[in-house]
């Protein structure tokens, strides 16, 4: 079973910032967050990680409570390409083989 | 980066035919690759765990002789689906992991959406 909790659905407007939050409580110490997106289609795409520091990259932040039991995911300024589902995953370190399990996401639309 | 190629993107086949699906690292060396299946409005379920040289894992519930997975080499795994049947009409995706990349470390390819008629 997922190990995360996510809003079904969320709507956002295009220009504006996509804050999509996932809940993993019984996250581990050494356990990520991974964030993937599967726009309609296409196979997932990787976003961003992180362990317990926020990070941000050329696609997202990834901003992680200090308790590590949620986080949220910021799409600074969303454009309709935006549109797709994202995963949130909680798995092991990057040095291990630790196969991906999807729950089942959070379907964003970017209205125009 | 790291490139996952899926082929074929899509294939239809008639019922009983065998159909097989390839799985490739362009880039990369992979000794293990993932297959999911996936149904319209549903999200990725985890097949199996695709191990070069050895047996692949089955999830619970898969058929293992219904899907047959063979990865023969670092930069291919295939997936054949025997006796097709209308219900294994789905989305297949493979991902392989690149332990070259700090960054998630997991390439999906673009998925092989089959219809079996």
């Known amino acids: 079973d997922a190990k995360t909790t996510q809003p079904t659905s969320m709507d956002c407007a295009e220009g504006r910032a996509a804050n999509l939050p996932c809940n993993h409580s019984?996250?581990?110490?050494?356990?990520?967050v991974y964030w993937y997106r599967q726009i309609h289609s296409q196979g997932p795409q990787y976003i961003i990680h992180g362990l317990k520091n926020n990070e941000t990259n050329e696609m997202a932040s990834l901003i992680i409570t200090e308790d590590r039991k949620s986080s949220t995911l910021i799409l600074p300024h969303a454009t309709l390409r935006d549109t797709a589902v994202y995963y949130c995953?909680?798995?092991?370190?990057?040095?291990?083989?630790?196969?991906?399990?999807f729950g089942k996401g959070t379907r964003l639309h970017i209205l125009p | 980066g790291a490139v996952v190629s899926q082929h074929p993107s899509w294939v239809i086949c008639k019922s009983g035919t065998s159909v097989k699906i390839e799985c490739r690292s362009l880039d990369f060396q992979a000794t293990t690759m993932f297959w999911y299946r996936q149904f319209p409005k549903q999200s990725l379920m985890l097949m199996a765990t695709?191990?070069?040289?050895?047996?692949?894992?089955?999830e619970q519930g898969v058929e293992k002789d219904k899907f047959l997975i063979n990865h023969a080499s670092l930069t291919l795994s295939t997936l054949t689906v025997t006796s097709a049947h209308p219900e294994d009409s789905s989305f297949y995706i493979c991902?392989?992991?690149?332990?070259?990349?700090?960054?998630?470390?997991?390439?999906f390819g673009s998925g092989t959406r089959l219809t079996v008629v």
């Open positions: 995953i909680v798995r092991g370190g990057m040095n291990r083989d630790d196969k991906i399990i």
């Open positions: 019984t996250i581990s110490g050494n356990e990520y």
């Open positions: 991902s392989a992991r690149d332990s070259r990349l700090r960054a998630g470390g997991y390439t």
């Open positions: 695709s191990n070069e040289g050895s047996k692949a894992t089955y």
